[in-house]
Nanobody, 122 residues
Framework: QAQIVESGGGSVQAGDSLRLSCTAS????????VGWFRQAAGKEREFVAY????????KYSNSVKGRFTVARDNAESTVWMQMTNLRPEDTAVYYC???????????????WGRGTQVTVSA
């Protein structure tokens, strides 16, 4: 079954940048949409961004629009999410997920990574 490895999380200060990576294997990556979600402590998992199978369509939540950018390289089976101007409210565990189609709904994705922690201090 498909496997996902996320990386790039860490602890930064407000205003800093981070780039998260999501690399998949055992899946026809070029046919798959990829979503990013996050879950802060004590809160529900929320949609952050998605990218379509060929990278042609992206969507962002209002809270990250203009600060986060998602892109993919199908030859590398990897999706990146560049996060800039990070804020303390961006602190969460970030998850990469694979889906048959793009969606803002978590239940539309069939495979999830284990997540990577992002902590932003004021």
């Amino acid at each position: 079954q498909a496997q996902i490895v996320e990386s790039g999380g860490g602890s930064v200060q407000a205003g800093d940048s981070l780039r998260l990576s999501c690399t998949a294997s055992r899946v026809a990556f070029g046919d798959i949409a990829v979503g990013w979600f996050r879950q802060a402590a004590g809160k529900e998992r929320e949609f952050v961004a998605y990218v379509s199978y060929n990278g042609g369509i992206t969507k962002y939540s209002n809270s990250v629009k203009g600060r986060f950018t998602v892109a993919r390289d199908n030859a590398e089976s990897t999706v990146w999410m560049q996060m800039t101007n990070l804020r303390p409210e961006d602190t969460a565990v970030y998850y990469c997920a694979l889906g048959v189609q793009t969606s803002t709904r978590a239940d539309e994705y069939f495979r999830w990574g284990r997540g990577t922690q992002v902590t932003v201090s004021a």
